[in-house]
């Protein structure tokens, strides 16, 4: 089960979140799902990783039109040019796929690509016009993707038989 959803609630077994694909809101066990907020994802680069929210933006401002998710050459050349200091031999395909169904879902919700330390840096100005908005959109830093991982088998303890009471 993996995709991206906004989180409404934590709790100590899960979270519960609203999916921002078939916008369906579910409790997500921690115990079996992995899950990963969007700004503490980082890309391999040349140089330093970067956050996967600078990838986006990149992405945001390019003038490239999106690639098919399923189409891997193109895919990978729309990366050269978007992002030419992305390190592709340790980014694989299959990350850079997952990187422009991510976008194109942050897209279509409107999420504002920005961190928590850019929302920061704003004026308390900013804060207060923000916090008066009706229209609270999430912004990446408060959207979750959950990671495809194997679920754990769970096995429950043995019983212990009870003992037999001797006349």
Request: glycine share 2%; no cysteine; hydrophobic share 35%.
């Amino acid at each position: 089960m993996g995709g991206l959803f906004e989180l409404v609630a934590s709790k100590a077994d899960g979270a519960i979140v609203h999916s921002l694909e078939d916008k369906s809101t579910k409790f997500i066990s921690s115990r079996q799902h992995n899950f990963s907020h969007l700004e503490s994802i980082e890309v391999y680069t040349q140089r330093e990783n970067v956050n996967l929210v600078d990838v986006f933006k990149a992405m945001d401002a390019s003038k490239e039109t999106l690639p098919s998710e399923k189409d891997s050459a193109a895919i990978k050349k729309y990366f050269e040019k978007v992002y030419p200091e992305m390190d592709f031999e340790r980014v694989y395909t299959s990350d850079m796929k997952k990187m422009v169904k991510w976008f194109s879902v942050l897209k279509k919700n409107d999420i504002e690509l920005k961190l928590r330390d850019e929302e920061a840096v704003e004026g308390d100005e900013e804060k207060a016009i923000a916090e008066e908005a009706t229209d609270n959109e999430p912004t990446a830093a408060e959207v979750v993707a959950e990671e495809k991982g194997e679920e754990e088998t769970k096995v429950a303890p043995k019983k212990k038989a009870s003992k037999k009471k001797e006349s």
